[in-house]
């Protein structure tokens, strides 16, 4: 790939590996294939314990571990302008042309976003889930949103109706957002070469014990289906707050023996835990598009979910049974589950996940909102501005007023640290038969290096 078409991306996001979920991999698995097609990405996230630094993934994949630590549920403390001196040095030591930021719920997202448009840089956002528009938090949130999105290039989302909830929320044109799908890794999440044999109907959770992913519609549907059907069991891989009420649940009905809980499962084991059951439980309450159908999917299990968001949109009739975010529903959506069990063959919804999702197709559509973000003209501060002073009456004016005082410190920074003493890094690209070797020296170089 010619110089020209390749892209120098700047991934950020407070969400990513050690942490586990759906962002996470999302970030991970989008950049390996940006890597195969040629660009170079770099990963931007907060230290996480004492992995601070720079540290070196798969493929090559750089991530700056920055020396924030988190401040709640895994977000970093609003600075502002704290992060401003450490972002601008990172896009001038990669050569970076393009920024993406992922998740609206991510502080270090919106402040990385918000300086590289100080700093002109063309800036792409992924919005991963869907938010309401009446409780506190919410409001105060898609504030937030349409600060961050009022001068982004171009948006993603994973879901028509997360499209559709962002537009709203954030006032950002439809024709600037693109709706780009999750996809699956198919080639770990294949069906066991047999399927659970006997008379027993293993059903499996594997979620986040919270609120939101409907912990408190399993402890209602659990003892129901257990007291139906006598052959079903339950797996229950996931940790939250939610843990304990399911705890209760289960010896308040006597069904330690019918109802396991694992606890939080490391994603190289989502695999071993969902080929051992034969219908995926999903309860959530709000999703935008969940990925975890899709694993259970690629692994040759039956479905059953709420019909919430995007999860409509994710997978043919026929391999999902939908229900109402209501225990008697679900209820009745478990019991239609069972009954077309049977006609399940997992490896041929294995192989119909392989040509549906792809994160190879996800790359390559990805890359052209990339070229189209690129192509967006340069403005100056007064017209970026007049796009923030349309934000509201009052909030308008206090987004000028934060992106002025951006702008100033920008050009300080410059002034007492000019771009040309910024040591540039080189590249790193690894060809197929030395990528193996180079890796090694660079998981040796991990272990020490640190942000300076």
């Known amino acids: 790939m010619g110089d020209i078409k390749r892209h120098r991306i700047l991934m950020v996001s407070d969400f990513f590996y050690p942490n586990f979920g759906g962002v996470e991999n999302h970030i991970y698995l989008l950049s390996q294939c940006l890597l195969k097609l040629g660009h170079k990405v770099v990963v931007m996230t907060h230290a996480y314990g004492n992995r601070s630094g720079v540290r070196y993934m798969t493929g090559g994949l750089k991530v700056y571990y920055v020396p924030w630590k988190p401040f709640l549920l895994q977000n970093t403390l609003p600075t502002f302008y704290g992060t401003l001196p450490i972002i601008r040095t990172v896009l001038i030591r990669e050569q970076i042309s393009l920024v ?117 519609l399993l402890v209602e549907v659990i003892p129901e289906v257990c007291r139906m059907y006598p052959n079903v069991r339950f797996i229950v891989g996931g940790d939250g707050p939610k843990r304990v009420r399911l705890e209760e649940m289960r010896e308040k009905h006597s069904l330690q023996d019918r109802v396991e809980m694992l606890g939080a499962v490391p994603h190289a084991r989502v695999r071993s835990v969902l080929i051992s059951g034969h219908i ?30 995007g999860v409509p949109e994710v997978l043919p009739d026929d391999m999902i049974v939908l ?31 392989k040509k549906l999702y792809d994160w190879h197709d996800v790359a390559k559509r990805t890359e052209i909102v990339y070229d189209r973000a690129l192509k967006c003209s340069n403005q100056s501060l007064l017209e970026r501005l007049s796009r923030y002073l349309a934000c509201g009456a009052w909030a308008g004016k206090l987004f000028c007023l934060v992106m002025i005082i951006d702008f100033l410190l920008w050009r300080l920074l410059q002034l007492w640290k000019p771009a040309e003493d910024i040591e540039v890094v080189p590249d790193i690209v690894l060809s197929h038969d030395e990528d193996r070797e180079i890796l090694q020296d660079l998981q040796a170089f991990n272990k020490g290096h640190s942000l300076r």
């Open 323 to 353: 229900a109402e975010p209501d225990p008697t529903d679900m209820v009745q959506a478990i019991k239609k589950a069972i009954s077309i069990l049977p006609m399940i063959d997992p490896q041929d919804m294995h192989n119909r996940m």
């Open 100 to 216: 993406h930021g992922h998740q609206a719920f991510s502080t270090l997202c919106h402040e990385a976003l918000m300086h590289a448009r100080t700093m002109g840089y063309k800036v792409v956002f992924t919005d991963h889930s869907l938010y309401g528009f009446a409780d506190v938090g919410s409001i105060h949130m898609n504030k937030v949103l349409q600060f961050t999105l009022a001068d982004v290039s171009q948006a993603i989302c994973v879901s028509h109706t997360s499209k559709e909830n962002t537009v709203l929320r954030s006032g950002l044109p439809p024709e600037k957002v693109y709706v780009i799908p999750n996809a699956v890794d198919t080639a770990m999440f294949k069906p066991a070469a047999e399927r659970p044999s006997g008379n027993e109907i293993v059903i499996v959770v594997i979620s986040r014990l919270v609120y939101r992913k409907g912990a408190d």
């Open 280 to 309: 995926f439980l999903n309860s959530s309450l709000t999703e935008a598009f969940c990925i975890a159908i899709l694993e259970a999917a690629s692994c040759g299990l039956l479905t059953v979910s709420t019909c919430v968001g």
